[in-house]
C-alpha cells in the first residue's frame, strides 16, 4: 500500500473550521483515499473517502489535490467530540485480486479540540 | 441498525492460557476483518473473511493465533498459549463486500495478559 504522511497532532478550537493534512507523494492512479478516525476508547470510524474530485458528507469534507499527492480533512466546527486521532489511508478498491480489501494503518494524527 | 459487536469487552487471562474473542458482524455483511492495536504497533491487520473463499491469515502474529467464521457470520478468534505481548485490543470490522469503502468496527475487545 502507498504510503501517507500526517502531522503528529494538531490543536483546534471549538467552533472553528479545522484542516487536517496528508500527504501521499506515490500515490497511484487508482488509489483511493480514506479517512478514518478513531475516538478515545471506541474502534475506528470512517469519515469519508474520494478518488479525484472533492467530496462532502455530513461528517466533513474531503479536498484532494489536482495532482492526488495530497489531500485535507475539513471539519468545518469543530466540537469536543470530534477530539480523536485521523487516520488517512490510500486503498485500491478497484481490483478484485491482491490485498486491498484490508486497511493499512500509519499513526495519524491526534486533534485535540479546545472549548 | 445493530452494528459490529463484540464479546467480552475485557479480558484478562494467565500467561499460558487459551482465549477466544467473539465477534458478530453486520446482519449481511459478507466480508468480516480482525485487526489488533498495541501500544507498540499500532493498528494492525490480523485476518479477513469473505463468504466462502479462504481466508488470508497473512496478518497473524504466529501459528498461535486462529481464527474461525461459522456460517458466513460470527467469528471467533482463537489465541493459545497466550504470552504477554499479546495483550492488546482486538478490534473486528465487517463491511458490505470486499471492495466496499466503508468498514465498520466493533468497540473491540481489550486483552490483558498477566
Known amino acids: 500500500d502507498a504510503k501517507t504522511t500526517q502531522p503528529n497532532s494538531m490543536e483546534s478550537n471549538e467552533e472553528e473550521p479545522v484542516h487536517l493534512p496528508c500527504n501521499h507523494s506515490t500515490i497511484s492512479g487508482t488509489d483511493y483515499i480514506h479517512w478514518y478516525r478513531q475516538l478515545p476508547s471506541q474502534g475506528p470510524e470512517y469519515v469519508i473517502h474520494g478518488l479525484t474530485s472533492n467530496v462532502n458528507n455530513r461528517m466533513a469534507s474531503l479536498a484532494i489535490a489536482e495532482d492526488r499527492k495530497s489531500s485535507t480533512l475539513i471539519l468545518h466546527r469543530a466540537t469536543l467530540r470530534d477530539a480523536a486521532v485521523y487516520y488517512c489511508i490510500l486503498r485500491d478498491v478497484s481490483h478484485s485480486g491482491g490485498s486491498n480489501y484490508k486497511l493499512t494503518f500509519g499513526k495519524g494524527t491526534l486533534l485535540t479540540v479546545n472549548p | 441498525g445493530a452494528g459490529v459487536s463484540q464479546s467480552p469487552s475485557n479480558k484478562v487471562t494467565e500467561k499460558g492460557k487459551d482465549v477466544e474473542l467473539r465477534c458478530d458482524p453486520i446482519?449481511?455483511?459478507?466480508?468480516l476483518y480482525w485487526y489488533r492495536q498495541s501500544l507498540g504497533q499500532g493498528l494492525e491487520f490480523l485476518i479477513y473473511?469473505?463468504?466462502?473463499?479462504?481466508?488470508?491469515k497473512s496478518g497473524l502474529p504466529s501459528d498461535r493465533f486462529s481464527a474461525e467464521r461459522t456460517g458466513g457470520s460470527v467469528s471467533t478468534l482463537t489465541i493459545q498459549r497466550t504470552q504477554q505481548e499479546d495483550s492488546a485490543v482486538y478490534l473486528c470490522?465487517?463491511?458490505?463486500?470486499?471492495?466496499?469503502?466503508?468498514?465498520?468496527f466493533g468497540p473491540g475487545t481489550r486483552l490483558t495478559v498477566t
Open positions: 470490522a465487517s463491511s458490505l463486500e470486499r471492495a466496499s469503502h466503508e468498514q465498520y
Open positions: 446482519s449481511g455483511h459478507t466480508a
Open positions: 473473511f469473505q463468504g466462502n473463499s479462504a481466508p488470508d
